[in-house]
């Protein structure tokens, strides 16, 4: 229990691409800048005395293509199965936000409903593996979350925010819908909160109505105070039945076993819109701003 190891899952070494030589750059040239932003970012595991620290990080807003959404689920699936871990602590790295949602680029990139459908799976994916994991899974939000973002907060047992922590769902201002992270979002602040989220779909609510609404247990000031919050519960829970803390778990997410096939179901409603002209031409603007 006293150990500590650190693993990293890079996708990319972020080396500084060169400017390219004209302000138009050639199709292909712009299609391989897409493809390396899509394979940008990383995925890091550190455990200590029976506490996992799992952190996501990607330099546009830490949004999530889908590289970056497979190693998270499979991330957290794994550390769950961790027989030394006690408690799970899921964060992003940076400052002011925690989780942009999905990657415009990718987004963008999608020509076809299989494509559409893997993406949107990805963040199902990344629910399910937190609904699934036995351990319970402390939240760290240190700054805005957007969409899937909204998502990933929702779908862990106990939720630290700071006073940043702004969220909005803004799938419907780009065409598409918040289906894939509703249920996790309705079940954690209610029908009619999330209803507000995903209607006013441009608006930001701050992290005092997140946490009146459930979506945060605790909100403070400054990061400092919320990590030393965090440790504190984290210590309390190191030193908890862990069978019990399981048990705990399966209560909490009763109800909820049918999630692979419903959120299965919702991806496919996300991939077939956003290959509207609709959805389109509503991501090109936002990703333009």
């Given at each position: ?62 949004s999530l293509p889908g590289a970056l959404l497979k190693k998270l689920a499979e991330t957290i699936t ?49 629910i399910n593996a937190c609904r699934t994991c036995p351990k319970l899974i402390i939240g760290r939000v ?22 940043y922590a702004s969220v909005k769902l803004s799938e419907l201002a780009v065409g598409i819908g918040p ?111």
């Amino acid at each position: 229990m006293g150990s500590e190891f650190r693993v990293s899952c890079p996708q990319h070494n972020f080396t500084r691409n060169p400017k390219p030589k004209t302000r138009n750059p050639k199709p292909e040239t712009r299609n391989s800048l897409q493809m390396n932003k899509l394979n940008q970012g990383e995925v890091s595991l550190e455990i200590k005395n029976g506490i996992a620290t799992i952190t996501f990080f990607h330099p546009a807003h830490n949004s999530l293509p889908g590289a970056l959404l497979k190693k998270l689920a499979e991330t957290i699936t794994a550390t769950g199965r961790h027989e030394d871990i006690r408690v799970i602590i899921l964060k992003s790295a940076g400052e002011r936000s925690f989780c942009a949602g999905a990657s415009f680029d990718e987004l963008m990139s999608i020509e076809d409903f299989p494509s559409g459908k893997q993406f949107f799976l990805g963040f199902a994916q990344v629910i399910n593996a937190c609904r699934t994991c036995p351990k319970l899974i402390i939240g760290r939000v240190q700054g805005k979350a957007v969409g899937g973002g909204v998502g990933v907060a929702s779908a862990v047992d106990y939720c630290f925010a700071t006073k940043y922590a702004s969220v909005k769902l803004s799938e419907l201002a780009v065409g598409i819908g918040p289906f894939v992270v509703g249920p996790a979002v309705e079940r954690k602040i209610g029908t009619a909160a999330m209803s507000q989220l995903a209607i006013n779909a441009t608006e930001w609510q701050p992290a005092a109505w997140a946490k009146e609404k459930g979506l945060y247990a605790e909100v403070f000031d400054s990061v400092g105070e919320m990590d030393a919050a965090i440790e504190q519960l984290a210590q309390k829970l190191v030193a908890s039945n862990p069978e019990a803390m399981r048990l705990l778990k399966q209560i909490f997410w009763q109800g909820t076993e049918h999630w692979d096939e419903l959120l299965e179901k919702r991806a496919e409603m996300s991939g077939q819109l956003v290959l509207s002209d609709y959805a389109k031409n509503a991501i090109g603007k936002f990703k333009g701003k």
